[in-house]
């Protein structure tokens, strides 16, 4: 049975963990230089040393993470979007497919300054919302769970067993991204564009199902819509045990993955066999890593722990499509070849420190925005098209009731 929503207002939990998925995509893609991998000339060792580090406890905490957290918020939006138009006696269902399209818009424009957009991919993928949302929850439940065990790398796996001593061919995104370094380094911001509009959103593609993100894209997806009906960020004492419990099992669980996932090369000598079990672990690791973040978070907000802290978040997260376009505006800008070319003098500490000036700069300006209007310039847009039929309608049926 499905759990109705108590809260009345926004979950500010939601926003928050939102606004940290935000920041934390910002410093992993800032030390990707926006895709633009490069590694800066003539560094000092010791810069070179401290580059490592904060190279590898970035890319540990949030790579993939911070991804899996805003796609589980994702299913937890539609869930919240869906409910609240069936207490109105609606079906939010065509509407969401309507509003996805916008979406994909908007990707398509992020998608010139940024060949790593996510907003396409989410666009597309969150259609499959649509035939599961009447689903009892058992049954959302065990597709959620097989599409997070990767069936296409079992399959690829099963054919390992068959000929382990085939060695498989690169990836095909390889290609693509071999490509992308000639326009992201150029000076033509035109020739950026279009390498990243056609090279690079092939790439990207190739690159997510290659690494799992096809299935546990939509996984996320059902398990936040879940979340979302059990009212898990709603405050109360079954989500705090809810959340405990499953910040025990992330945590014990991530250990064995990461260690497995490590020691692949080790243990398993048919590279036939490493491939498909790496993504799989590499998957599964990600998953634990993530659910440890957003038990911590939430625990720490609900129980008012750290919760004034953690709400320096939130005005990020009601303005996270802003945000997230933003970032690949004046990244790009700050990176690229067209722009600043900050890409050949800047390790991963410089970069690091940018992220996080930028960061700082985009919660500054999320708060002065939402002083005075009530939702982000982009999501302003976006609702106001998402429901400008709707209101032509109820304006026609109040002429005709008049």
Aim: glycine share 8%; charged share 15%.
């Amino acid at each position: 049975m499905i759990k109705a929503h108590t809260a009345s207002s926004r979950l500010d939990v939601i926003d928050a963990l939102r606004g940290f998925a935000i920041v934390s995509i910002m410093l992993v893609h800032n030390l990707e230089h926006f895709d633009l991998i490069y590694t800066a000339q003539g560094l000092p060792a010791w810069m070179k040393s401290l580059d490592s580090i904060v190279w590898d406890m970035v890319f540990f905490l949030f790579s993939g993470k911070s991804y899996a957290i805003f796609s589980l918020l994702f299913g937890v939006t539609f869930f919240i979007q869906l409910h609240s138009r069936q207490q109105r006696g609606e079906d939010f269902r065509p509407r969401f497919a309507w509003r996805l399209a916008l979406l994909f818009g908007f990707g398509l424009v992020n998608s010139l300054f940024y060949e790593g957009d996510i907003l396409t991919f989410y666009a597309v993928v969150g259609l499959v919302l649509i035939p599961v949302a009447r689903l009892g929850n058992k049954a959302v439940f065990a597709i959620a769970l097989l599409l997070m065990l990767q069936p296409a790398e079992w399959l690829v796996l099963l054919d390992g067993l068959q000929h382990p001593e085939l060695k498989p061919a690169d990836p095909p995104s390889w290609a693509y991204f071999g490509k992308s370094f000639a326009y992201l380094s150029g000076d033509s911001v035109l020739a950026t564009w279009y390498g990243n509009f056609t090279n690079g959103k092939m790439g990207v593609l190739l690159w997510s199902w290659e690494n799992g993100r096809m299935f546990q894209m939509p996984s996320l997806f059902m398990l936040g819509m879940l979340a979302g009906r059990m009212s898990l960020f709603v405050p109360s004492p079954e989500s705090r045990r809810f959340w405990t419990r499953t910040l025990l099992a992330a945590a014990l669980l991530f250990v064995p993955l990461l260690v497995a996932r490590s020691e692949l090369g080790r243990l398993i000598a048919s590279e036939a066999l490493r491939s498909p079990l790496w993504v799989m672990l590499s998957t599964w690791s990600s998953l634990a890593l993530m659910l440890v973040l957003v038990s911590s978070f939430v625990l720490l907000f609900q129980t008012g722990s750290l919760e004034r802290m953690l709400r320096i978040f939130a005005p990020l997260g009601r303005m996270s499509l802003t945000s997230y376009v933003t970032q690949s505006l004046v990244g790009s800008f700050i990176y690229y070849g067209y722009g600043l070319g900050l890409y050949k003098i800047t390790g991963a500490s410089h970069c690091l420190l940018i992220g996080l000036g930028l960061a700082l700069l985009q919660g500054w300006f999320s708060v002065w925005w939402l002083n005075g209007h009530k939702q982000g310039p982009l999501e302003a847009l976006w609702h106001r098209a998402t429901w400008a039929g709707r209101r032509a309608d109820v304006r026609a049926a109040q002429a005709i009731n008049t």
